[in-house]
């Protein structure tokens, strides 16, 4: 048979696209072929949390291959995988101690949503069965991960195929759902955005959910918005109240990101399931994976046959957890964290100066090096872009022209979501660094307006 020669042999995700080829990568720094360099203000996909070129964890990983390159963990071990889930342990609160690796974030929230499912069924409540999502939430690209979230985009082409899971939306109290303010919702004591968790558990019945799954901060899809305060705390009553399996997905917002290890501790919360990824390998492997509460574990362990009815070819790949444990010495030892929370700090002063001069840079808010703001036709009116002009998307052009890369989300279908920037540079990066961040973004949104 004859073969019919590509014009290009990788499928791309955009095929009108052709993108840089980058040759190599220092600190926030991404230089392609013909030498343009870019600064990497997203992290890639708010991954690359160390910079690039960290050289111990390139030769951790080339040690690790060299000595066992892999290994399958449903007949072996590894010593790299007990000392990088006894860390990551040790980082999480303190309820939570036991570590199951997957190779992305949507396997790990797969994971955990099977393991809640199996717990209860476990436990002879096997009618307990049902998710329940976010509108405003991203949990991955797989079926089940893209069924938990509402990313109207995303899901449209998919909406016969995906499972039947439920949703609510997170709060945003900037553009509150329920046209009210967090002043009064604090006066008050009472956040409708919570209680409609509530209503729709009595709405089912919590005889038949499983879990409820959400970010701490809403990343991707709502680019840096935090819940106010107390919110994920009541969430977390209401699920003990119903035997609801609470699990916080930290993918983006784990390792540091938002400043403390994991965002959770932040709002003084111990989920029963706690999903990561992108920052623990800060990019260099495929790594990602769940840590789960004692109780659970325990009640597994007591009342199952011995087993997680699941497991991936890659759970726990040697590579990629050696990678993991030379990432968390890396950030231990560089007192990383101090340098994101003293970073964001003066990234939030230098974007709120750049705010006075650009009308179309709406609110701006995040936590630690994850921030975002609004993108606006025009602040004083408030004006949204269609989500079909993809205004995010040209303004991250403008931007790569001049030499940054940002993190864009583009406005949903049904217009819950405006378009937003999300800025979420390695946490490694310097004073000098934002400075040129904030000319690039400057010239990029001059362009753009
Ligand atoms: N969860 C969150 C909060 C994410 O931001 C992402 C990716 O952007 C995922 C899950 C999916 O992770 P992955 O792309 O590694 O499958």
């Known amino acids: ?17 052709q ?28 991954a690359a949390n160390l910079g690039h070129g960290v050289t111990e964890i ?3 990983m080339a040690e690790q291959a060299k000595k066992a390159g892999f290994v399958h963990t449903l007949r072996f071990e590894t010593k790299v995988l007990h000392e990088l889930a006894a860390e990551i342990g040790k980082m999480a609160p303190p309820s939570l101690n036991r570590v199951y690796f997957t190779s992305g974030g949507s396997e790990a929230n797969e994971s955990a949503m099977k393991l809640a499912r199996q717990y209860h069924r476990d436990r002879g409540k096997p009618e ?9 939430g991203y949990h991955g690209n797989t079926l089940g991960s893209l069924s938990a979230g509402g990313d109207s985009k995303r899901r449209k082409p998919y909406t016969a195929t995906l499972a039947k899971f439920e949703h609510i939306h997170s709060p945003y109290c900037h553009r509150c759902p329920y046209k009210r303010s967090e002043e009064i919702c604090q006066r008050e004591k009472l956040l409708p955005c919570a209680e409609e968790l509530e209503r729709l558990i009595k709405e089912i019945g919590p005889e038949s959910i499983s879990s409820f799954i959400c ?18 705390q009541r969430v977390r009553e209401i699920c003990d109240q119903n035997d609801i399996v609470f699990i916080v997905d930290e993918v983006m917002t784990g390792f540091g990101r938002t400043g403390t290890d994991f965002a959770s501790e932040q709002f003084g919360i111990q989920p029963d399931i706690i999903t990561f990824g992108k920052g623990v390998s800060a990019g260099y492997a495929p790594l990602a994976g769940m840590i789960v509460s004692d109780r659970i574990v325990d009640s597994l362990i007591e009342n199952g046959d011995g087993h ?36 964001s700090v003066y990234l939030f002063q230098r974007l709120s100066e750049l705010q006075q001069k650009h009308s179309s840079m709406g609110q701006i808010r995040g936590k630690g ?21 993809g205004a ?21 279908i049904d217009g819950t979501n405006g378009d937003h920037l999300l800025i979420g540079p390695p946490l490694t990066i310097t004073r000098d660094e934002i400075d040129e961040l904030i000319a690039i973004l400057d010239q990029a949104l001059t362009a753009f307006e």
């Open 308 to 343: 997680f009815i699941h497991g991936y070819t890659f759970s726990g790949h040697p590579v990629s957890v050696a990678a993991g444990l030379a990432a968390v010495r890396y950030y231990q030892r560089e007192n990383v964290l101090s340098n994101c929370r003293e970073q």
């Open 1 to 17: 048979m004859e073969r019919v020669v590509a014009k290009d042999y990788v499928f791309h995700r955009d095929f009108s696209k």
């Open 369 to 389: 090096l994850l921030i975002g703001f609004e993108l606006l036709m025009d602040r004083s009116q408030d004006r949204m872009f269609p989500p079909s002009f």
């Open 392 to 412: 995010a998307e040209r303004l991250n052009q403008e931007a790569i022209k001049r030499g940054a890369t940002f993190y864009p989300g583009s406005g949903t």
């Open 19 to 46: 993108y840089p080829v980058i040759t190599h990568a220092e600190g926030v720094y991404l230089y392609d072929e013909h030498g343009k360099r870019y600064l990497d203000a997203s992290s890639g996909a708010i």
């Open 58 to 60: 390139a030769e951790a």
């Open 215 to 232: 970010e701490p901060i809403v990343g991707s899809q709502q680019g840096a918005v935090v819940p106010p305060d107390g919110y994920l």
């Open 128 to 136: 307990k069965h049902v998710v329940i999502g976010r509108w405003q």
